[in-house]
């Protein structure tokens, strides 16, 4: 990392009696930039590194887990696992929170931080998260990109089948197990033209284990993504700057749902990335941040 101002780990009452658990990386005098991470992520997952790299290029970056995530409030309403493959299947059920209850968790946060408006970036159910702040609360967001995610339509970014056993596979609750199962899948859907070494898999999910594990959150998180709306028509009214990033070798969200996503949102980017999956190797950080930073600049973008 460089010399980028990195804030302590903090805490924010949000709407609901939520509290979320967030973190700052460079000047508040800068273009904030709110990260939001995928189904089941803590923000550790946004690389210390990548942040810095973003506050580097202008950006004032906040992290934060998630509810049912890391250090952020844990939820309640049980999910049972019939509940989730027939969600899988059909795209109903009965949901404990929506999508749009943790966009405004997002919203939340920056009332918060004293921010009148962002730009945001999302990963996987990030994405679609930061898609539904952007159609809820457009005075709020100022550019948008979204990664490796999808519309919610059940046409397009579709999940490989093979891969919904493990999804809902009971959490190990022993960390050497726990740590074991989560490398083997982050090799299972990470990107073949950028293979993750076994060192830094295993660091991260000893970190993620040592930061607190919700396996009925990852369940709830689950729920949501797959009752989510199909935001296709909706997303065609926003007509603020617009960037998509997605791979074409993700296994968790067909390459679909981010062509979707791009056809969807009148003038946005699309940047395709051969030989990526479900991951952010840093060897395509430098595009990925270019992506977001030449996107923020785009007219329209305006605070």
């Known amino acids: 990392m460089t010399n980028t101002p990195v804030s302590k780990e903090l805490f924010a009452p949000v709407s609901g009696g939520v509290e979320l658990c967030y973190q700052t990386f460079g000047a508040p005098s800068a273009d904030p930039l709110l990260l939001v991470m995928g189904l089941g992520g803590p923000m550790i997952w946004w690389d210390e590194a990548f942040c810095a790299m973003l506050a580097d290029k202008g950006f004032y970056v906040v992290r934060y887990d998630n509810r049912d995530t890391g250090k952020s409030s844990r939820q309640h309403g049980r999910v049972r696992r019939p509940d989730l493959v027939r969600a899988f299947l059909t795209g109903r059920g009965n ?48 550019s948008l990109t979204s990664i490796m995610s999808t519309t919610g339509k059940r046409s397009v970014g579709w999940q490989d089948p093979k891969l919904l056993p493990r999804l809902l596979a009971g959490r190990q609750d ?37 930061r607190g ?91």
């Open 95 to 142: 949901a404990p929170y929506s999508l749009s209850d943790m966009a405004d968790d997002g919203i939340g946060l920056l009332d918060h931080l004293g921010i009148d408006s962002a730009h945001l970036a999302g990963i996987s159910m990030g994405g679609m998260i930061v898609q539904t702040m952007a159609l809820e609360h457009p005075a709020r967001v100022r």
């Open 174 to 210: 022993e960390r050497d197990a726990y740590v074991k199962t989560a490398v083997a899948f982050a090799r299972l859907i990470g990107s073949p033209g950028y293979p993750e070494p076994t060192e830094r898999a295993t660091k991260r999910s000893e970190d993620t284990f040592d």
């Open 213 to 303: 594990l919700n396996g009925a959150g990852v369940l709830r998180h689950m729920m949501a993504v797959l009752t989510q709306p199909n935001r296709s028509a909706a997303l065609r009214a926003l007509t603020i700057p617009a960037q998509v990033i997605h791979g074409l070798s993700d296994r968790m969200v067909h390459v679909s749902g981010g062509r979707a996503t791009s056809a969807a949102i009148p003038g946005s980017e699309l940047l395709l990335v051969d030989g990526m999956g479900h991951d952010l190797p840093p060897e395509i950080w430098e595009s990925v941040t270019d992506a977001i930073r030449r996107t923020a600049d785009r007219p329209g973008a305006t605070a």
